[in-house]
DNA sequence: TGTACATCAGTGAACGCGCGTTCACTGATGTAC
DNA sequence: TGTACATCAGTGAACGCGCGTTCACTGATGTAC
């Protein structure tokens, strides 16, 4: 299991006097996480579960968080940003090889595997829940795409091969990517290669298309 | 909002003496429906408030279903195979026109902005519960994968533009069109016409896609 | 048709449990002088 | 440096609540004769 550091300086310390802080945001966060799993989900975690794990009293959880559902938007936003830095470093390192899209199709199939929580939590929590909730989830999924949308671009313009709408391309990869995945959490690991195979395969399928359709207007435009 | 008829036969009536059944399975279904809708999801509803709803003594629950869960899955089941109906109808309608794709992504935002709460609960609740729930939902999206894959086959043979991995093609479009008919669900109707502009050219994207690989492992078998 | 009986769908009451939240508190830490 | 004081992070006990599940029951329905 993948140790999740959890140094998110979620509480911005302010130094003012008289306080002690033997607790900390962080250290709820990482109990929470520690009771994730693939059969427990966030939605599903009770405030009383957290703070036992955590080793404090059920009330002092109310010192660091309003309630349950603003902890669970917290653990999003740390999710998101965790597998951003991940697979964004995936992605560049694999910027010089041929292969851009597997490596990054595998660096996230390897996440996955290493049983990060924390991206279980963004894979599969985006449909239940708080609207606050949904909302997180739905914010990183837009930073994915759009960090997607400038990688799609770029190597657009370096193979001189245009996409049509990038934008739609980079939401379309980023949905479908992670809606495989999360069904993928469940399966057993011998499964792996042929998702990732699939996966790869469904994401060229839609970089093809995009530039299929690209080349197609832009004949037809050649053409009037 | 859709009257959702629920008439499953899912007790099967056996014909044994001494028997009355002024409930059904069918009713609790019902009752559990009527609870559901955008922020009340399957696994956030508990027993007792189902048998509330439904006008019965809480204990009276395990006449029908050994529990909760149980209830879940016949949902699902009920679920998928009211979508397929209201899909596959909508599709061989289209069958005929030339925008088959546009014609089904409108059909299916169509039943989703009827509040079909039987759509809602396919579309959100596949990853988080219990495993025989998760499985139930994995089921049906199965089962549809399957229908649009005979589907895509006999559209490309009557257009004589092969497709590559037909049923990976197939998998992609449900699982994103899944996964982009539920984020829709929170959203205002206004954004409707943009999210099918979006959901029709992301499938034509796929397609598109397909056919060019299609053609290129077609034309470097051909060089051989 | 009428009567005695068996079946079993649905019930009312009760159980123990874990929950979120509140309250007044305590005692270690940091500050002022 | 030493002392008095203010702050406030964390606590222990208690609350009322809705939950899933159990039990022995009741009374309408269907069956046998």
């Given at each position: 299991m993948t140790q999740n550091?959890?140094?998110?300086?979620?509480?911005?310390?302010h130094t003012t006097p008289g306080r002690r802080a033997t607790i900390s945001r962080d250290d709820l966060l990482a109990a929470a996480l520690r009771l994730l799993g693939p059969h427990r989900s966030v939605s599903s975690l009770s405030l009383r579960e957290v703070t036992r794990e955590a080793g404090?009293?059920?009330?002092?959880?109310y010192r660091q968080f309003r309630d349950m559902d603003e902890l669970a938007v917290a653990l999003i936003d740390l999710a998101g940003r965790s597998l951003r830095k991940i697979v964004g470093a995936a992605r560049h390192r694999a910027?010089?090889?041929?292969s851009v899209v597997r490596g990054s199709v595998e660096a996230f199939m390897q996440q996955l595997r290493d049983d990060d929580k924390l991206l279980h939590v963004l894979l599969r929590e985006?449909?239940?829940?708080?609207d606050a909730f949904k909302q997180a989830v739905d914010r990183e999924l837009t930073f994915f795409e759009e960090e997607l949308r400038i990688d799609l671009v770029r190597i657009a313009a370096a193979d001189k091969a245009a996409l049509h709408e990038p934008a739609l391309v980079a939401r379309a990869i980023t949905r479908l990517v992670f809606a495989i995945g999360a069904t993928a959490m469940?399966?057993?690991?011998?499964?792996d290669a042929e998702l990732i195979r699939q996966l790869t395969e469904m994401v060229r399928m839609i970089i093809a298309g995009s530039r299929a359709v690209a080349a197609e207007a832009r004949s037809s435009t050649r053409d009037k």
């Open positions: 550091p959890v140094s998110t300086d979620a509480g911005s310390d404090i009293a059920p009330n002092s959880f910027a010089t090889d041929r985006g449909t239940v829940g708080s469940d399966l057993p690991t011998e499964r």
